[in-house]
């Protein structure tokens, strides 16, 4: 948190203490069950929806692009990625995108022969969200992320968009859950 919060370190965990200590031994539950409450950081405007979990559904969060945090590129030399991968170069310029969400999110990767998970393929790369694109040279290659982290759930800079505007934590908490 440090890192993520320099120039408002203090002032943030203050905050983040007051919450927990307001919100002490509420729980959230979804048909008197509770549920795992997702959060991720940021968003590409959408969150999205999980398997067989009805309390996360995909909504619309658009103030997630406003913030400094949306968007990153990453650039890897070919040789790098051939070696993080173990392939040759002729594979590092066969990648197909094979499955995408709904919400545009990468689920599957073929590089060469082998079809990787959506999420294999970043933590190979320490890539920091699903949605991605991928732009090949004869040097390089570059992925620009949209979001941090899973997009499931809670999104903390929408949350604090909407506190910003006036909604309070039940308000917010509803909407994302």
């Not at 919060?5 to 509770?34: R, W």
């Not at 070919?78 to 689920?107: R, V």
């Not at 190979?124 to 040097?139: A, E, F, M, Q």
């Amino acid at each position: 948190y440090k890192l993520l919060f320099f120039n408002n370190y203090e002032d943030t965990i203050y905050k983040l203490k007051n919450i927990i200590d307001a919100t002490n031994c509420m729980f959230i539950t979804y048909n008197n069950i509770f549920i795992d409450p997702y959060i991720h950081l940021v968003n590409n405007g959408y969150t999205s929806t999980k398997n067989n979990t009805p309390y996360l559904e995909k909504v619309s969060s658009l103030w997630d692009l406003l913030s400094p945090l949306y968007m990153k590129k990453t650039t890897y030399k070919i040789e790098d990625f051939m070696n993080i991968f173990n392939i040759t170069k002729e594979e590092a310029f066969n990648i197909k995108i094979t499955k995408l969400s709904t919400s545009g999110h990468l689920e599957s990767i073929k590089i060469g022969n082998k079809i990787y998970s959506g999420e294999e393929f970043i933590k190979k790369l320490n890539l920091p969200s699903l949605d991605v694109t991928i732009i090949v040279n004869k040097d390089k290659i570059y992925f620009i992320n949209r979001g941090i982290g899973n997009n499931l759930g809670l999104s903390i800079e929408g949350a604090k968009y909407l506190s910003s505007i006036g909604c309070n934590y039940l308000q917010i908490l509803n909407y994302y859950f």
